[in-house]
């Protein structure tokens, strides 16, 4: 029964969110949401408007596919939803900023993106503890170091998945390739909601692939990178953190090494230049690899074959621990 309904919210998610870009892709123009190319700034490297729909899309196709298939009614749910919002709108501002050639004030972005991380928390979402190796009990930390980690945890897997949404396909193929991992640890634990969640997103990640696969044909913008990436942080702490011995804590880390570990990176580097991490710049490993000689296609395949063996890493590490 339980496959059935992967299978179901796959398919579900996938083929709303194939069916919907298109339409939504035609509205962006006429509103003129749409990511124009500028030649006096490196990281945009396309030559024709791109729309930035389909960040509405992905929403609607995540929550009509879990609503439906998942039946979760309950304070979580209401509080992903919430938060989803959140993300969405001021994601919208942000993006609507840069169809204007300007950018959007950091400290909103900032303060929302932590709002949402609070409401998740509130709902009862939340990094609890881990069993200790060595007694094999279970360490329930303080509730202050179980708030500051959980809101870390959803607050920084939201902003390296937006951070590495940079080259056509990069994100979403990241994103994809981490939450079939992410089912792939739900299932073993037997933890079917997550489970769910996270076929949902590979299905909504994969049809938005098929659009935005290079050259892009639509764009998420912030609104969608933001978004995926909090759904992300939401499954991992719903299902891989949860139980969790001390090695598995590397589990969700592994399978979102990619942007995670590229994005320490770029956000030390700024911070030690003095400048702000929302700062947009090409200093993400893409961009370093463009510039060292690899054309667009290879770099982000190359991305995801490495993606690929940290996620095969965290499932070797997962079965260790089974």
Known sequence: MLIILYVISFIMSFLIVYLLIPPFARLAFRLDFVDKPRKDVERKLHREPI???????????????????????????????????????????????????????????????????????????????????????????????????????IFGVTTVINFSDGLDGLAGGLSA??????????????????????????????????????????????????????????????????????????????ALGVPIFDNIFVVVKRFLQGKSIYEADASQVHYRLLRAGLTHRQTVMFLWLISTCLCLSSIILLLIQT
């Open 51 to 153: 729309p930035l729909t389909a960040s509405y899309v992905i929403f609607i196709g995540f929550f009509i596919t879990y609503l439906i298939v998942g039946r979760e009614y309950n304070m979580e749910t209401v509080a992903i939803f919430i938060g989803g919002i959140l993300l969405l709108v001021i994601g919208t501002l942000d993006d609507w900023y840069k169809t204007k050639g300007k950018d959007f004030p950091a400290l909103p972005k900032l303060i929302v993106q932590i709002s949402a991380a609070v409401i998740v928390y509130a709902s009862g979402i939340s990094f609890t503890g881990f069993f200790n190796p060595i007694s094999g009990e279970y360490v329930v930390l303080p509730g202050i170091l179980q708030f500051i980690l959980t809101i870390l945890w």
């Open 177 to 254: 390739i981490s939450a079939i991992t992410l089912f792939i640890v739900a299932v073993t634990k037997g933890q079917s909601n997550s489970a769910i969640m996270a076929m949902i997103l590979v299905g909504v990640a994969l049809a938005y692939l098929r659009y935005n696969k290079p050259p892009a044909k639509v764009f998420m913008g912030d609104a969608g990178a933001t978004f995926l990436g909090f759904i992300l942080a939401v499954i991992a702490l719903d299902g891989a953190f949860k139980q969790a011995t001390v090695l598995s804590l590397f589990i969700p880390v592994l």
